[in-house]
């Protein structure tokens, strides 16, 4: 008999990898067959795999098209907004979770209560669709994990020695204002750009001051997944300062935030992740109003905030020459806010996803995949690099930018990533690695099973 199969979609690399590979493992652990792959991958090849629960991370307008195709191929799908921690205002809740995709869904699942809440005030005839599982990115930064970033960390640590950390928050930045029409979705995008726009203006004055200042104080910038890396090397190449670095993209956010002293950040999920790293966190603010992209949860975290770069540079030299250190004081209000945001504080978020997808029904269309063999695969990958080389071709004519930002989100993935990944989780875990098979079975489509 065929075990269940589950199709976990991955569109940012460097932000999703580990954590959906720990699901893979956690899933697989309970006899599940679990594919992970970069969507296009799975989009492509839909049409001869096993029939199977697409897991969607994201609900927007653009994902109906490749619903209603997996739906017409027998596949079924559970929804995810990976954003939804942050971007859940209700004013917006209609762009980040489209009514054609909850109605495509067999489950939509939030990362609490106040996503929940803020979706039913939209789409109340769809609330037995809709189910709290938490993230597994915050699975991750639990204890049990911890260790897994200990060699990375200790590296780091060798390679660097003490140092700030400053994970950059200028995607909106980067990526420029959509040409979108007059909503409060733009008024979002356009506050958030104008804050990131008073944020680079803070970071730069700070910056071009700073380092060469206090040469004995090192500072590590690592830019956002879809931030441009260029733009960082260019400030860093233009101050000078063998004290200010751009952070080695080989080693993960959250092993820097454990190697650090503290980080500095601003509206970004890094100071939650640095909070259940047990590491300090300043929160720079754009302004001393909250702009419509303002994380409450985010202000509430972080154990610090400050406005201008004076009190930036105070809190790092009390820190490095008083000796004053801080750390986030764990309220029982801030307790039960983190908890109303985030469902898998007390348990594992596979937990609540297999609560969910248990009471799911998938009639096996195909049973077994087809064409998944030595040869086929290698004429997949023919096809695959010409389709590819005909894209770039394509892209540079219309957008020169597309290749560049494709390349950001995805710049590689093999089945060495993954299994690295999958061997670390099991040597915390306790799970015997050779128990479990991780195969390829179509270009870019890498499926984990238990075997034993």
């Known amino acids: ?23 893979a493992l956690q899933l697989s652990n309970l006899n599940y067959s679990v594919v992970l792959g970069k969507k296009n991958n ?22 109906i098209k490749p619903m209603k195709m997996l739906k017409s191929l027998g596949h079924k799908i559970v929804g ?3 954003e939804g921690l942050i971007a859940n205002q209700y004013q917006m809740m209609d762009r980040r979770v489209n009514k054609e995709c909850i109605d495509l869904v067999e489950k939509f699942f939030t990362h609490g209560k106040n996503q929940t809440d803020n979706t039913i005030k939209l789409y109340e005839k769809y609330k037995e669709k ?32 003490k140092f700030i950390f400053i994970p950059s928050t200028f995607s909106r930045l980067h990526l420029g204002m959509p040409d979108v029409p007059p909503s409060w979705g733009r008024d979002y995008m356009q506050s958030n750009y104008d804050d990131q726009k008073n944020l680079e203006i803070k970071l730069k004055e700070f910056l071009s001051f700073f380092p060469n200042k206090y040469k004995d104080i090192k500072i590590l910038v690592k830019p956002h997944p879809l931030g441009s890396k260029e733009y960082w090397k260019d400030i860093i190449q233009k101050i000078n300062c063998k004290n200010l670095l751009l ?42 109003e909250d702009g419509l992209a303002t994380s409450s949860l985010i202000r509430e975290i972080s154990s610090k905030e400050i406005l201008d770069v004076k009190e930036h540079e105070k809190i790092i030299l009390e820190w490095f020459y008083d000796n004053k250190k801080f750390s986030t004081n764990l309220t029982p209000n801030l307790l ?3 908890k109303y945001n985030i469902k898998n504080i007390d348990k594992f978020s596979y937990h609540y996803f297999l609560d969910q997808i248990n009471k799911i029904n998938v009639l ?21 690099r010409m389709r590819n080389f005909k894209y770039k071709i394509l892209s540079r004519k219309k957008n020169i930018d597309t290749i560049s930002y494709e390349h950001l989100k995805f710049p590689s993935f093999t089945i060495n990533e993954v299994d690295d990944s999958i061997s670390k989780f099991c040597n915390l875990t306790g799970y015997d690695k050779k128990n479990y098979k991780l195969k390829e079975i179509y270009p870019g489509c890498f499926c984990l099973e238990k075997i034993v």
């Open 247 to 288: 952070a080695d993209s080989k080693f993960s956010t959250n092993s820097y935030l454990l190697a650090c002293e503290f980080s500095v950040s601003s509206n970004c999920t890094t100071a939650i992740e640095s909070f259940f790293l047990e590491k300090p966190s300043v929160n720079l603010r754009a302004r001393d």
């Open 364 to 384: 096996p269309k195909i049973k077994k995949d087809k064409f998944s063999n030595k040869f086929f695969i290698t004429l997949f990958r023919i096809i695959k």
């Open 336 to 338: 039960e806010k983190i």
């Open 1 to 23: 008999m065929e075990k269940k199969r589950i199709y976990i979609i991955l569109e940012v690399k460097d932000r999703e990898l580990l954590a959906k590979s720990l699901l």
């Open 80 to 82: 995810f907004d990976e």
């Open 130 to 161: 809709i189910s709290e599982i938490g993230n597994v990115r915050f699975d991750l930064l639990k204890k049990e994990y911890n260790n897994f970033y200990n060699d990375e960390v200790e590296e780091i640590k060798k390679k660097y020695g």
């Open 42 to 63: 799975l989009y492509n090849y839909s049409k001869y795999f096993q029939t199977g629960l697409f897991f969607f991370k994201g609900m927007g307008a653009k994902n």
